[in-house]
């Protein structure tokens, strides 16, 4: 038994358009420092940034026939997200996939396991962040679901959330609260630019943040080595 | 107490030349999905492919004598394919043996522990697949075993079996498997091949194999959203 | 609680600039194989090496606010090293500590940790070994302590010691014997360029080094595989 | 920034109490495989299960200040269910928080983190499943979540979520799904009762569940040793 | 595809039964430290030892059909030893198996994967070493092998090769070898326990093994710390 | 090279005595969170607590040669503490050597790597916490030191310092702070036991340490859930 859920709600692309300019760290900051997908989610080539909708996909250990159900469910402008449903590293995801997602428009995928052919995507220009790369091929006997809620690296994604990945991994943002998300990471990039100047400038961050007065408070005290 | 065993028996140049047109993942599946060594075998640089034959190798942890005892066994067109006896992350191999792996015509290195000169050996163009990279050094004091059958990342490796790597990872063909497996690997190339097209042309997998009937027999159901 | 200890001794320059025609695998060797930091600190982009002088920073899980005490402590051609209190791989690390670092001219930073704005970092050109990439962000809330004496990655680090990090990974040299391990560094680096030409030429480490008697007095036989 | 929720919907305790005599494995597969935490939070003692209404607690890393929040949320017939927004091993839970949640009536602690004072809790029999023992103290300075949502070892867990724990792992069940799901657990637990017989008296699997005809379509074979 | 191959020869009972007086540790020192399967195959519970006959099973991730194929092929003294064709952490073996191969004879499982119902194969007496207990269900869709060598936990096993297992983990002696490497183990425990006896005594291993001169050879010198 | 040495100054017997009754977490919160080894060093039996002047062992990976040296340097109330130059998880000491410590009344084992002849170690009553459990042998052929600095488990060590280990795993305190590392802990633990007395009687952190205002001054804000 399993569900492939249909004609899903997805992020309007006005707004997902914009987070072309966010970065993930700045995003996951911008939510309050929540949405990451643990570390060990790693692009299989560097270069890339990518955003859009999810499409989610649970399947079982070894087994990725879910894979083609998904595909048909997916838009121009989505990202598949698959998660097994209990840990495995097996390749699910090829060259072969990556045509098929490539022909209707996917802007990449996120694998919570292994992806193999990683030469000839990378050739492609199909960006992939998973868990691992390792050849080891799937069978195409047991039914998942595509388009329910999924947790994926340690990270619950709904169908229609806004995925951004770049070299810093993966972050996942609710689809109801993309447009303010990407008001408040635009301001931190702004701000961010603005501090960067003073770095640059050779100001110090403890004076930039006025740190010193607290980190005295709490007990802070320089001691010359001589001293010490 | 250690054996080196010389004249082994290899594949034919023929065949192994053959398997530059293969891919790891390929010929995996071409074998009947076995072969593959663990995805923590990773290559120190990108961009390479290898094929050759294997020269076994068992070395203690953290002991690197044996490999100059193997260096002497290789002919052109060799991999060298070590394991430690028990689990180990040390530099068991660096520019030095790597320049005399070269002189003899050695393709490769597949080492299930780590090496270490990894900016001269990506200069030299001497591809090397690893569990690891670190810079320990090792000592010389115990004999250990050349050309015996060894388990290598997982993987049992016969001295002359066929040993192909490249982004995906490593796999062992048997050598008496080795003509029949490169021809079930070029057949399914070619499928491959076929498919891709389809799949560009925008086809789905799920009508390219086949699969809506057996899916709904295993109980996948479809449901909008908004009933869901 | 915490303290900074100012003005700490340093490696003089003259010294520090002689290993940067040394590398880690040598380093470590000449030293008597010690010194190097565990095989999980990783460069985050390749064909960089920094060698100066530590600037030591213990930090809480989770927390980066020491880093901003620290950045003052910095002088030209330092290296900033940390380590969490316990294990930890947020992201305390990203391009505006490296633009208030780079403008002091410190030459990299050594994390026990995550860091992230790792695109950004290698198009600024400021080199990172760290344990992971992770774009988590952290508090500033726990004070910590700067140039004591902290374990790195498995290696105790004293601040003003030597730290010397390529693709191979980290090693440490005491401040006091920078001068020696350089010197025995660089005949160990004259000398494997002259066995370099030896094993070019086809000569092999056993006879080389003159192993061979060694090996059969350990009991290393040679056994032909149709006898075995 | 942070909330808790107060007044939860709980599981009915007449529920509940139907899960003593059911195991962990039993309603995982009754739910249709899905609900298992990550195999590695193991119990710190064993011989005991426990069942329970979960409140939620999500925790900023190496820092515990939540715990005493959410203490009060907790009724009799609880479990504590605790996550840190990024990975942690920190001991965030010792003897004295285990004697207030007791006072409470609290069942059990279920910790994607580090746990201490472990010889104690089990001198009190106080259950505790964790990622780790580790006596790494926290800090309390950063707010978290109460009864939220979270993902804890892999899988999502609402507040009033029912978690069953027994020496093989720990399983979530829905709230909405708890009477059904145990209906189907306490089937599964009479039939495997029944079959327990049967291979008690020697039948086999293969006759039972009737499998040879199908491993045969399956391609099959048995082959004599001395013909393989 | 797959085989079952069957009446595979063993090592005699009079062999496997001279191996209830010997551990692990020493098996594998007497037959020249070989045969050790990985540190993490750890017994579900302690006080138990096993001697048998390897019946060996290859099982696809998440599947666990083979076992009901290689329960019939079990005779009293054997043990199972079973593998999955890629790294998996599902819980492959329950206590209806475990009945199962109890009714057989079969003396304890090898699962280099998860087992479950641990508490209830700890009342009923069945020995297990596996790589982690977890819950998760398996499939069983895929036919695997039984009885052809496998490598298990890093280390090659043959059906009918000897399996010995402790609290210390577990050892693999060929059937071919297991009379002469018995007999080395016993004059090793002979030996330990009279090397344990002087041990009591107060003896040093310097001394005992003559440890001295050679140690001054290598290098080793003693400094008072007062001159250190 | 290597150096051993002699006659290191000790914590007085009678400060170590008084750490018998603190415990490890409480000891490490003493000194100001710190001197904990990892968590993965683990005892090899549960239900014992010891305290000692560390020994101090720096090995070469897969080699014990220097334990035999140790030995000779331990007196009544120490405890070895081990690490290798590199990680390895070889079983370096089993029973003989636990013989041999015992009879000079050394109180227990810290080893960063394996141990084997576990049963036995039991049995003996010889305390250990290792990083794993293995019964690979060693070699004896290459010499390091004794009584040096040493990282064990990511803490520095120093030859007398004192060693504490419990179920919750091992701290060190430095020899010149062990005095008043004592007075602080067993403060703390007598204020613990009020403590208690207080949660027993169901009073709640919250008000017994006075969090409410604090909290809700760093934003936690309380939500009745049929408004969230």
């Known amino acids: 038994m399993g569900v492939c859920v249909t004609n899903i709600a997805r992020t309007p692309e006005s707004v997902v ?21 643990a570390s060990y989610m790693k692009p299989i080539y560097t270069g890339v940034k990518i955003a859009g909708n999810a499409i989610t996909v649970e399947v079982a250990p070894g087994d990725n026939w879910m894979l083609h159900v998904a595909v048909e469910q997916c838009q121009p402008g989505d990202i ?8 495995c590293e097996d390749g ?26 990683t030469a000839t995507l990378k050739e492609m220009g199909f960006p992939v962040w998973s868990k691992t ?13 595509v388009n329910i809620p999924i947790v994926c690296a340690g990270q619950l994604v709904n169908p229609g959330d806004l995925i951004v990945a770049d070299e810093d991994g993966v972050v996942c943002v609710r689809r109801q609260e993309a447009e303010k998300v990407l008001e408040t990471a635009n301001k931190r990039t702004a701000n961010e630019e603005a501090k960067r100047a003073r770095f640059e400038a050779g100001e110090l961050g403890l004076d930039i943040y006025n740190m010193r007065e607290r980190l005295a408070a709490e ?3 320089y001691v010359d080595q001589k001293d010490y």
Chains 1, 2, 3, 4, 5, 6 share one sequence.
């Open 17 to 37: 358009e914009g987070y072309q300019g966010a970065e993930v760290a700045t995003i996951h900051e911008a939510q309050g420092r929540k949405g990451l997908l």
């Open 80 to 87: 598949l997200v698959v998660s097994p449903s209990s840990p």
């Open 92 to 117: 699910y995801f090829g060259d072969l996939l990556a045509t098929s997602l490539k022909a209707r428009g996917v802007r990449g995928l996120i694998m919570d396991a292994g992806v193999r052919d």
């Open 133 to 145: 790369v390792f050849a080891q091929g799937c069978v195409k006997e047991t039914v998942g679901n």
């Open 219 to 221: 007990g802070l005290v």
